[in-house]
């Protein structure tokens, strides 16, 4: 009987609902006939009648429907038993406990602190660390940049002589307006240069192109004014040294950094280096002096002891490159050793030497 009027309550539900047109008709029916119409239940309720609304509006209508007869929005919420009550109480009391306990643990540190003070006054305090990514104070680098301004001085005088003596210029306002725009673009391009290397893996910037070019402006000047012996001296010491002293100080302030120059011409510098380096057996491939010195001397044996009867002194500099490498003791540098003198033996093999065609799949 209860199968049956289940089946009868599904069916009248059914039907009920395939006559209602609207969604919302459909999700007010399915509020009457939920006990606690949650919009939970009341989308369970519907899914089993394969009435599946947009969830958004299954919630407002719900929402409207329950407000409308007076019924409080809850949520979800799980409905409180004896066992529960007593288990939130538990918890209350001990958050109280905890806080009555709070105020006497923060005051132990103050005292064990001022025990520490009374027994040991004297106590050092570490040092804390200064931040890696200050800058700390090189005295290099200043003094260096003093050394651009003495230098700087001595360009000072020569375009003050060249505007007065060589370009008549007696004027002493309109001398210091011309001669002062090219010390103060170099005082500026100085600037310029040291603010691009103090910034984070900074360059100096085209700015230094500019100051050797006005170093060149000064220097045409000296020689002009002095001649070209006196004129190499104001050259030298003036604007020469200034831009060199200020390089010098950029460069100090470039290697504290730890900054490595990616430039084409660093580049080519670079790889100039390591092949002359290695043309002499010098390249940085984590060997000493030595293990290179011996690597070497085996090589030589393997060379001598091939080479004809009538290369000169072959038997005493066969002898010497074998003490040399002392193939004798370091069964590494003999092996070594062996190899080249088999490679050296067998090379009129290599031409008759079969070998697979690498085009061939494998």
């Not at 069916?11 to 029916?29: N, T």
């Not at 643990?105 to 005292?111: H, M, R, S, V």
């Not at 005295?139 to 050394?147: N, R």
């Not at 002499?280 to 001598?304: C, H, I, K, S, Y």
Request: net charge positive; charged share 30%.
């Amino acid at each position: 009987m209860t199968a049956k009027a289940d089946s009868r309550s599904t069916q009248k539900h059914r039907a009920a609902l395939e006559s209602l047109r609207s969604q919302a008709d459909k999700i007010r029916y399915a509020c009457e006939q939920v006990p606690q119409p949650t919009t939970a239940a009341v989308r369970e309720w519907l899914a089993t009648y394969k009435v599946r609304p947009d969830r958004s509006h299954l919630s407002s209508v719900v929402s409207a429907w329950r407000k409308q007869r007076g019924i409080g929005s809850t949520g979800e919420l799980v409905k409180l038993t004896p066992e529960m009550i007593a288990e939130l109480d538990a918890i209350a009391l001990d958050k109280a406990e905890t806080e009555r306990a709070e105020p006497e643990k923060l005051q132990a540190p103050e005292k064990l602190q001022a025990l520490d003070k009374l027994q040991a006054p004297d106590k050092l305090q570490t040092p804390q660390p200064q931040a890696p990514d200050k800058p700390q104070k090189r005295v290099s680098t200043w003094v260096f940049i003093l050394g651009a301004l003495v230098g700087l001085v001595v360009s000072v005088d020569t375009s003050w002589r060249f505007f007065g003596d060589k370009l008549g210029v007696t004027n002493i306002p309109e001398r210091i307006a011309m001669f002062a725009g090219m010390e103060i673009v170099l005082i500026a391009c100085g600037i310029a240069m040291f603010e691009g290397v103090r910034r984070r893996g900074g360059t100096p910037g085209p700015a230094r192109w500019l100051a050797w070019a006005l170093c060149g402006a000064s220097a045409y000047a000296a020689l002009v004014l002095s001649g070209p012996f006196l004129g190499a001296a104001r050259v030298i010491f003036g604007p020469v040294l200034s831009v060199v002293a200020l390089h010098f100080a950029l460069g100090v302030e470039l290697r504290a950094r730890g900054y490595k120059r990616t430039g084409t011409l660093a580049r080519i510098g670079r790889e100039l280096r390591e092949r002359f380096l290695s043309r002499f057996g010098l390249a940085d491939d984590d060997r000493d002096a030595l293990t290179r010195t011996r690597d070497r001397a085996a090589r030589r044996v393997a060379r001598l002891a091939m080479a004809p009867k009538w290369t000169p002194l072959r038997r005493s500099r066969l002898d010497r490159a074998m003490r040399k490498s002392n193939i004798a003791h370091d069964e590494d540098v003999r092996a070594r050793m062996l190899a080249e003198l088999a490679a050296i033996r067998h090379a009129r093999d290599l031409r008759n030497l079969k070998q697979e065609s690498p085009w061939q799949a494998s």
